[in-house]
């Protein structure tokens, strides 16, 4: 596996981002914005996702990056989860819930098959 020197080039870091980045933007331009408890559920559990790809790389072991990973991929499952809220609530429509599901499917995807990767091989970081 090849070294990778910096946790922000990891495609997963920068998947969960535009992810969080995405639900912040709802938090603002809807409903969800006068909803303080699952807005802040929701706010944590996304950026949760890329502190913890992020925590774990600078562990530096491939154990430790692997547990970490695997809290970043409940944690995209739990954003998945609240997201049914918002479109139960609607406060988002079909289209923007199903957008949503489907990157955060995709990302627990990538995150597990990283994790599967790990499995296999020794991480390095530089």
């Known amino acids: 596996m090849a070294t990778i020197e910096r946790f922000e080039d990891l495609e997963i870091w920068q998947s969960a981002r535009i992810i ?3 639900i912040h933007l709802l938090s603002l331009e809807t409903e969800l914005k006068n909803d303080f408890g699952l807005k802040n559920q929701m706010k944590n559990s996304s950026g949760s ?3 913890n790809i992020a925590e774990g790389f600078e ?3 491939n154990l ?6 695997s809290v970043a991929k409940a944690s995209a499952g739990e954003t998945r989860s609240q997201l049914y809220r918002l479109w139960d ?7 923007k819930f199903e957008e949503l599901k489907i990157d955060l499917e995709n990302l627990s995807g990538k995150i597990q098959n990283f994790i599967k990767n790990l499995n296999k ?3 390095k970081v530089d």
Not at 89 to 95: A, L, M, S, T
Request: charged letters at 35%; proline letters at 0%.
């Open 89 to 95: 609530f609607d406060y988002i429509n079909q289209k």
């Open 49 to 51: 996702v890329m502190d």
């Open 121 to 123: 091989n020794d991480f």
């Open 20 to 22: 969080s980045k995405k």
């Open 59 to 61: 562990r530096g072991g």
């Open 64 to 69: 430790e990056f692997r547990q970490f990973l």
